[in-house]
């Protein structure tokens, strides 16, 4: 048995060679064509290094095109899978505020994967990066047009997304509907955007059950550092959970109306605050979820196309009220002064 020491001239060759390759990998990014001589220049390297350089790239899975000849040259393309990318500290803190915005935001699928990545960004970023990120985050007002719920912190959508991923307890305070305050001790399953809203779905170790939060009641989470090992959660999936406690306990917000369009247009046009089932290949029964009545009708107006309010009553005389008042103001009926 032999053992086999690097010297300290070998050790500082793969050091030379592994930051050369991190090199030519940002410049590869930040250019779209580089021709062979010139991207050789830059790194201060022969041509044929430079050959090698490009072979340790393709190892590891980055996609680099070489073009023969005289001109050729290297540039990245587009691969069977998503490659690492290298982002300088200006790129850092802009994707971090970026996904900020988009973990709030409403776009179906976007705000989930936002929390995922804006996670993975924050745990590897440095300190003082992360000082800038917080401050302009701090410093900054979002608006959004549809009526939304109280914002969430984003470092709370951090926490629990990472103890989602490492699958580690954790503990939080949590304020009831009803004005009650309790700390909770959990294992979180998943995060789930619902309509408006942000739910956790995990196993509540203080009642020895599963349970939803809503996580704009929640505040101060803790990782307890604690791992779990995954219980079978009693539904098809998280979404099915929230949305059978929700089916089963309707807001006074929610409006159910039989909508004259296929299902899948209504779900193209308002899938975001209102879920669909088919009745017939041209109709479908729609329930929106909205903050308000105002928002649950201006969503059913917005389809373009004949429906009937089945319940609650109140939208049924909401909208025959907004209804005359639209009449009204066509002209199609005088105004009486006197009402």
């Known amino acids: 048995m032999s053992l086999s020491v690097l010297n300290e001239e070998e050790t500082e060759n793969m050091a030379n060679t592994s930051s050369r390759t991190l090199r030519l990998l940002s410049l590869l990014q930040a250019r779209r064509y580089w021709p062979g001589a010139e991207l050789a220049g830059r790194l201060e390297v022969s041509v044929r290094t430079l050959r090698r350089d490009v072979e340790r790239l393709r190892d590891l899975g980055y996609p680099v095109e070489a073009a023969r000849g005289v001109d050729g040259g290297y540039q990245l393309a587009s691969g069977a899978a998503m490659p690492p990318l290298l982002l300088d500290d200006e ?3 802009a994707l971090a505020i970026a996904l900020r915005s988009a973990a709030q935001g409403a776009v179906s699928g976007v705000a989930e994967a936002s929390v995922r990545a804006l996670a993975k960004l924050v745990q590897v970023m440095p300190r003082g990066l992360r000082r800038r990120v917080e401050a302009i985050g701090a410093a900054t007002e979002s608006h959004f047009w549809e009526p939304v719920e109280e914002m969430i912190d984003p470092e709370l959508l951090i926490i629990i997304g990472q103890a989602c991923r490492d699958r580690e307890r954790i503990g939080f305070d949590y304020t009831a509907a009803d004005g009650r305050a309790s700390t909770r001790h959990v294992e979180p399953l998943r995060m789930v955007r619902l309509g408006l809203r942000w739910y956790l779905v995990c196993y509540d170790l203080d009642r020895g059950d599963w349970r939803s939060f ?15 090992a995954p219980r079978t959660l009693p539904a098809e999936n998280p979404v099915a959970f929230i949305r059978d406690r929700a089916d089963k306990a309707p807001g006074p917000q929610d409006v159910v109306a039989l909508v004259a369009a296929p299902e899948r247009e209504v779900t193209e046009r308002i899938g975001r605050w209102a879920t669909a089932s088919a009745v017939s290949d041209g109709s479908c029964r729609v329930t929106v979820h909205a903050k308000t009545l105002d928002w649950a009708l201006l969503a059913l107006g917005m389809l373009d196309a004949d429906f009937t309010i089945e319940s609650p009553r109140t939208a049924i005389d909401g909208a025959r009220a907004r209804g005359e008042r639209l009449i009204r103001a066509s002209g199609s009926q005088p105004l009486d002064a006197g009402r």
């Open 214 to 228: 809503r996580l704009d009641r929640m505040s101060r989470p803790v990782p307890t550092g604690a791992r779990f």
């Open 91 to 93: 790129e850092a803190v």
